[in-house]
C-alpha cells in the first residue's frame, strides 16, 4: 500500500523550532519529488517547500531563511526543518509525493500530485 505519514507536530512557543517527518512506504521516494503544503483555518492551502531527486529545493517567501527541506532515501523519508517559528506558522502541514525523476514540483499543481499524506498540526504560540 502506497502511503505518506507525516509526524513531528506539535506545539511550541514563537522562537522555536521543529523538525517534520515524511515517511513513505509502498513506494521509493529516491524517483519522487516531495513538496511540503500547509493550510491555517479559513486559509487557501499554501505550498511550502519542495525538493526534487536531484535535491534542487524551493521555498516560500514566507519561510525562506528559516525552513530547511531535506531527504533520506535510505530512511525513505523527507524532513521539513522549521526554525524562528511565528504565530502565523500555524497550520496543518501535509507532504505529497509526485514520480518525477526530473525536475521540480513547485509548479505543478496541488490536486495533480500523486500521493498525499494526512497531515501534522502545528501550533506556534505567542
Not at 54 to 62: E, F, K, L, Q
Not at 66 to 88: A, C, G, H, W
Amino acid at each position: 500500500e502506497v502511503q505518506l505519514v507525516e509526524s513531528g507536530g506539535g506545539l511550541v512557543q514563537a522562537g522555536g523550532s521543529l523538525r517534520l517527518s515524511c515517511a513513505a512506504s509502498g513506494f521509493k521516494l529516491e524517483d519522487f519529488a516531495i513538496c511540503w503544503f500547509r493550510q491555517a483555518p479559513g486559509e487557501e492551502r499554501e505550498r511550502v517547500s519542495c525538493i526534487s531527486v536531484s535535491g534542487s529545493t524551493n521555498y516560500a517567501d514566507s519561510v525562506k531563511g528559516r525552513f530547511t527541506i531535506s531527504s533520506d532515501n535510505v530512511k525513505n523519508t523527507v524532513y521539513l526543518q522549521m526554525n524562528s517559528l511565528k504565530p502565523e506558522d500555524t497550520a496543518v502541514y501535509y507532504c505529497a509525493a509526485e514520480f518525477l525523476p526530473y525536475g521540480s514540483a513547485w509548479y505543478i499543481p496541488a490536486h495533480d500530485l500523486d500521493y498525499w499524506g494526512q497531515g501534522t498540526q502545528v501550533t506556534v504560540s505567542s
